[in-house]
C-alpha cells in the first residue's frame, strides 16, 4: 500500500447524489438508475465511482452513523455527450422503474490527488486511509474536496479492489513532488 500522487483531468460522468449507507435502499436505487440510463445511452461507462462526505463535522467521517453519509455516485463516460442525448435515453427507459430522472450529467475536476489501491473489504478501508493521511502530513498536502473511491470490482466481490483517491493542494510556492 504506497500511495502516489497523480493528476486527474477533467471528467464527464453520469451521476446521482442521495445520503444513505452503501447497500442501502437509496445507494442501490441510484446504482441502477445510473446503469440504466448509461445503458440506454449505448455508450461504456464505468467503473461506478463513489465521491463521499459528511455534513456534520463534530465527528470523524468513519465514525458517523452510516445512514447519515452523502454521496455521487459516478459512471464516468468516454467523452461528453451531445446535447439531448442523456435526456433522450433517460425518456427510452423511464418504464422500466428506475429512478432515472435523478441520473445527470456532470464534469468535475479534481486535479492533484493522492491515490492507493485498496485491496480488501471496504470495513477495512479505514486502515489504507491511514496511510494516505501520513502521506499527505509528509509531504505537507491539505485535503481540497470529497474522498473519492473508483470500483474496480463489483461491490459484492469477496475481495474488492477500490482506488481510493483524495484531491489535495500544497502550499503556495511548492513545486510538484512524485511520490
Not at 30 to 51: D, F, K, N
Not at 129 to 153: D, W
Request: proline share 11%; net charge negative; with cysteine.
Amino acid at each position: 500500500m504506497t500511495p502516489r500522487l497523480v493528476h486527474c483531468a477533467p471528467v464527464t460522468c453520469l451521476n446521482v447524489t442521495g445520503m444513505g449507507e452503501p447497500g442501502g435502499p437509496e445507494h442501490v436505487s441510484a446504482i441502477r438508475a445510473l446503469y440504466t440510463v448509461a445503458s440506454a445511452m449505448g455508450g461504456p461507462a464505468g467503473p461506478l465511482e463513489g465521491r463521499w462526505w459528511v455534513e456534520d463535522s463534530s465527528l470523524p467521517p468513519l465514525e458517523t452513523p452510516r445512514d447519515l453519509w452523502r454521496w455521487h455516485l459516478l459512471l464516468p463516460l468516454p467523452g461528453v455527450p451531445e446535447p439531448g442525448t442523456a435526456e433522450a435515453a433517460r425518456e427510452r427507459v423511464r418504464a422500466s422503474g428506475a429512478a432515472v430522472d435523478r441520473v445527470q450529467v456532470v464534469t468535475f475536476t479534481e486535479g492533484e490527488c493522492v491515490e492507493l489501491l485498496h485491496e480488501g473489504p471496504f470495513s477495512e478501508e479505514k486502515a489504507s486511509l491511514e496511510v494516505m493521511e501520513a502521506y499527505m502530513a509528509e509531504h505537507g498536502l491539505t485535503r481540497t474536496g470529497l474522498h473519492h473511491e473508483i470500483y474496480l470490482t463489483d461491490p459484492t466481490d469477496p475481495e474488492p479492489r477500490t482506488i481510493l483517491r483524495q484531491p489535495v493542494t500544497r502550499p503556495a510556492g511548492e513545486l510538484p513532488r512524485e511520490g
